[in-house]
């Protein structure tokens, strides 16, 4: 006999829950239209269109580049180049949305009705 106690293995059963424990999908709340708020019609944007051919929009937070590119297709169905984004001091994010050379942002700009 050993001085100390070993305890023995005992019977452990399997979990039966009266209900499961498991929340709902989540569902993408950033559709097309949340995500974009408005275009920005500030002088700088408007030089930004003329010179750069590109438009100005003020985004959702929580969107990134690619759901912009998507919901700026989706919308105004134009291919972009490329997207670039920063967040404001005043906490909005501003996205800077390039054309792709065979669209000219003047028009899609007087399409929008931002001109």
């Not at 929340?23 to 269109?49: C, G, Q, V, W």
Request: aromatic fraction near 6%; proline fraction near 7%.
């Amino acid at each position: 006999m050993s001085p100390t106690f070993r305890r023995p293995e005992t019977l452990r059963l399997r979990r039966q829950p009266k209900y499961p424990r498991k929340s709902a999908p989540r569902r993408n709340k950033l559709d097309h239209y949340a995500i974009i708020k408005f275009p920005l019609t500030t002088e700088s944007a408007m030089k930004k269109i003329e010179d750069n051919n590109t438009l100005v929009f003020t985004v959702d937070v929580k969107a990134n580049k690619h759901q912009i590119k998507q919901a700026v297709k989706k919308l105004y169905n134009i291919d972009m180049a490329k997207v670039n984004t920063l967040i404001r001091p005043v906490g909005e994010k501003k996205s800077y949305v390039r054309l792709a050379p065979d669209y000219d942002a003047l028009d899609v700009a007087n399409k929008i009705r931002i001109i």
